[in-house]
C-alpha cells in the first residue's frame, strides 16, 4: 500500500523523578541523603531509509511516544535513561509542523539522522541537595517533561525525471520499457493510481531514476482527478519529461498548455523547471495516410508554439514505446540533461 501523507502526534519521553532516600546502615551513625537521580527520556529520532518506500508504517497511528526515564533510587543510584524511538522513514520525507504549515525536517539522504525531539531531562535526587544548614534534605526534583508535537509526515518521491502528462498517453508503457519499474498498464484512463519510480539503465556506468505519477487532466491544481494529490512527487525531479498523445482529440499543441498551466498553477518552481517533450504512440502513423498527415500537421503547431514561447524545450522527439523505437535516443537525451542539471548543482 502506497501512503505518501500521515499526520501523528510525536512526544519525547519525560524525564525520571529524583529520589528522596537517606542511608540507614548498621555502623554509619550519620547516614546522610542518598537518593539517586531520574533517568532522562528518551528522544524521538529521525532515520531516513532507500530501502523504505512508503509511510504505511504510520498509517492508523494517532500517537507515538519515546520512553520515559525510570525514578532515582536510593544508595545514590540513578535511574535508565527511556529507549529512544526511532522512526524510519523514506528518503524525500518532510516533516512539516501540522499547524504552522512548517517544514521542520527534510530528510532526503540515506543514513540521516536527525533528533526531532529531546527527552525531558530527569530530576536531581535529594543527595544534591544537602548543605552545611540543611543536613537532611527531603525533597528532589520531579524531572522536566518530555515534548510534544502534532506533525504531518509527507513523502515527496526523489527523482530525476519526472513524467507529465494526461491519463493513458503512454507514461506507464514508457517507464515499464525503459526502466525496472512494472506498473499497472491498460486501455483506460487512470490505470496508474500511484507514484512509480523505475531506475533507467543508459550504459554500463550511467543510470537515473525516473518518476511516473497519475495522469493530470485540466483542473488537476484545483483537485480534479488524481493529479493534484501526486504533484508533488515531480517537486522534487531535477528534469520534466511532458508526454504527449497523438491520438487524443485534444492537438498536441494544446494538451502541452494545459499541463504547463496546472503546473504553473500548483507551482512557479515546479513550471520554470527545465523539460523535454515526447511525442508517444508514434507508431500510431501507420493508421492511414490522412492520419499521418493529421499527426504531422499537428507536431508543425507545436513546434510553432515552442519557437513562441520565452523558455523553450530542451529536446523534442517521437517515441514508440510499442514499437520501441526512439527509446535508446530519448534514454541519452534524458542522461545528457541530467548530466548538465548535475554539473550545475554541483553534484555527481
Known amino acids: 500500500m502506497f501512503i505518501d501523507s500521515v499526520k501523528i502526534t510525536l ?3 519525560d524525564g525520571g523523578k529524583g529520589a528522596v532516600s537517606f542511608r540507614r546502615e548498621k555502623h554509619v551513625p550519620l547516614g546522610g541523603p542518598d537518593g539517586g537521580d531520574g533517568g532522562n527520556g528518551g528522544d524521538i529520532i529521525f532515520i531516513c531509509d532507500n530501502n523504505t518506500h512508503t509511510l504505511v508504517n504510520f498509517k492508523g497511528k494517532k500517537e507515538l511516544r519515546a520512553q520515559n526515564g525510570a525514578a532515582g533510587m536510593g544508595r545514590n543510584k540513578n535511574g535508565k535513561k527511556g529507549e529512544n524511538l526511532e522512526l524510519i522513514v523514506p528518503e524525500g520525507t518532510q516533516v512539516i509542523d501540522a499547524q504552522s504549515n512548517e517544514i521542520l525536517l527534510d530528510l532526503t539522504k540515506e543514513g540521516q539522522r536527525e533528533v526531532f525531539l529531546k527527552g525531558g531531562k530527569g530530576g536531581l535526587g535529594n543527595t544534591h541537595f544537602k548543605h552545611a544548614t540543611n543536613q537532611r534534605p ?7 517533561k518530555g515534548e510534544s508535537r502534532l506533525v504531518r509526515l ?7 525525471v519526472g513524467l507529465v502528462g494526461f491519463p493513458n498517453v503512454g507514461k506507464s ?9 512494472k506498473p499497472e498498464i491498460a486501455n483506460y484512463e487512470f490505470t496508474t493510481l500511484t507514484p512509480k519510480l523505475g531506475l533507467v539503465d543508459v550504459d554500463e556506468y ?4 525516473m518518476a511516473d505519477i497519475p495522469g493530470i487532466i485540466e483542473g488537476a491544481s484545483g483537485g480534479k482527478g488524481l493529479g493534484l494529490a501526486f504533484l508533488k512527487h515531480i517537486e522534487r525531479t531535477s528534469f520534466l ?3 504527449l498523445d497523438p491520438l487524443r482529440e485534444m ?7 494545459v499541463l504547463r498551466n496546472e503546473l504553473e498553477k500548483f507551482s512557479k518552481e515546479l513550471f520554470g523547471r527545465e523539460f523535454g517533450i515526447m511525442i508517444s504512440k508514434s507508431d500510431s502513423v501507420n493508421l492511414g495516410v490522412d492520419f499521418a498527415k493529421q499527426i504531422v500537421e499537428n507536431i508543425v503547431n507545436l513546434k510553432d508554439y515552442l519557437k513562441s514561447i520565452e523558455d523553450p524545450q530542451s ?5 514508440s514505446s510499442l514499437e520501441k523505437t526512439g527509446l535508446k535516443k530519448l534514454k541519452f537525451m534524458l542522461l545528457e540533461e541530467i548530466k548538465k542539471l548535475r554539473e550545475k548543482h554541483g553534484k555527481r
Do not use: M, R, W
Open 11 to 13: 512526544a519525547s519521553g
Open 138 to 144: 527531603d525533597y528532589a526534583q520531579p524531572g522536566i
Open 154 to 160: 509527507e513523502l515527496k518521491l526523489i527523482a530525476d
Open 173 to 181: 508503457t514508457l517507464i515499464s520499457v525503459v526502466s525496472n519499474a
Open 206 to 209: 550511467n543510470s537515473f531514476v
Open 241 to 243: 519529461l511532458f508526454v
Open 251 to 257: 492537438p498536441l499543441k494544446d494538451q502541452f498548455i
Open 315 to 319: 529536446f523534442l522527439i517521437e517515441v
